[in-house]
C-alpha cells in the first residue's frame, strides 16, 4: 500500500523559514517523480515544484522561485521542500503527491497518490 | 501556462440523476508521442487530499466505480456522473499535465 505521510508544517512569521518532508512507502521510491501540491484555505490546488526520480532536475512555480528548494534522498525514501522567505500567501495545505512516471515530463505530473497534508500557516 | 477553466463552479443534482462537468484548457493538450489527451480528474471529499478519477481524460483509474465516466479530446473535457449517489459529493478538479501541472478552479458537486 503506498502510504505518503508530510510533516514539518506550523505557525511561522513573515521572512521565516520551514523544511517540509514527506517519508513514502509502498512503492519503489527512486522510480518516480514527486511534486508538493499546496491548497491555501477554501481555494483550488496549486502545483508549487516537482522533482524527478534522481532530483537532478526540479521545477517551481514563478511565485516560489528562489524562496523554495525541494529536494529527496532516495536512500531515506524521503522528499523534502525547503521554504525560505515565506510570506502570507503561502500559507496552504501543502501535499505531496507522487507522479507516475520518473521525469518531471507529462506523466511524472499525472498524480496518482497523495499524503493527507501539512499546514504551513504564516502569520504574525 | 495552459489555463484551466471548469464549469459550472457548483452544480446541485437529485439523487439517481445524471451529473455532467466540464473542463476547457487554453490550448491543446494533446500529447503527440501516444496521441492521448493529458488530462486528469480528482474528486475531493472534506478533509481528504484529492483522489485520482481518470487519467489520459478517459482511462478510470482502479476501484473507480463505472458510474464514471471522462470523455473529450483536444481542449474540450467532460466528467459524468451517470447516476449520482450521496457519497459522491465532493469537489471535481480537472488537471492538465501536458506541460507545467495547472488545475481547474474545481467544482462543487451538492445534492438537491
Redesign the interface.
Known amino acids: 500500500e503506498v502510504q505518503l505521510l508530510e510533516s514539518g508544517g506550523g505557525l511561522v512569521q513573515p521572512g521565516g523559514s520551514l523544511r517540509l518532508s514527506c517519508v513514502a512507502s509502498g512503492f519503489s521510491f527512486n522510480d518516480y517523480a514527486m511534486?508538493w501540491v499546496r491548497q491555501a484555505p477554501g481555494k483550488?490546488?496549486?502545483?508549487v515544484s516537482?522533482i524527478n526520480n534522481n532530483g537532478g532536475t526540479t521545477?517551481y512555480?514563478d511565485s516560489v522561485k528562489g524562496r523554495f528548494t525541494i529536494s529527496r534522498d532516495n536512500s531515506k525514501n524521503t522528499l523534502y521542500v525547503q521554504m525560505n522567505s515565506l510570506r502570507v500567501e503561502d500559507t496552504a495545505v501543502y501535499?505531496c503527491a507522487k507522479g507516475?512516471a520518473a521525469t518531471i515530463a507529462?506523466?511524472?505530473?499525472?498524480?496518482?497518490?497523495?499524503?493527507?497534508?501539512t499546514l504551513v500557516t504564516v502569520s504574525s | 501556462d495552459i489555463v484551466m477553466t471548469q464549469s459550472p463552479d457548483s452544480l446541485a443534482v437529485s439523487l439517481g440523476e445524471r451529473a455532467t462537468i466540464n473542463c476547457k484548457s487554453s490550448q491543446s493538450v494533446l500529447y503527440s508521442s501516444n496521441n492521448k489527451n493529458c488530462l486528469a480528474w480528482y474528486q475531493q471529499k472534506p478533509g481528504q487530499p484529492p483522489k485520482l478519477l481518470f487519467y489520459w481524460a478517459s482511462t478510470r483509474e482502479s476501484g473507480v466505480p463505472d458510474r464514471f465516466s471522462g470523455s473529450g479530446s483536444g481542449t474540450d473535457f467532460t466528467l459524468t456522473i451517470s447516476s449520482l449517489r450521496a457519497e459522491d459529493v465532493a469537489v471535481y478538479y480537472c488537471q492538465q499535465y501536458y506541460s507545467i501541472a495547472t488545475f481547474g478552479q474545481g467544482t462543487r458537486l451538492e445534492i438537491k
Open positions: 511534486s483550488g490546488l496549486e502545483c516537482t521545477y512555480t501535499y507516475s507529462v506523466a511524472g505530473k499525472l498524480f496518482d497518490y497523495w499524503g493527507q497534508g
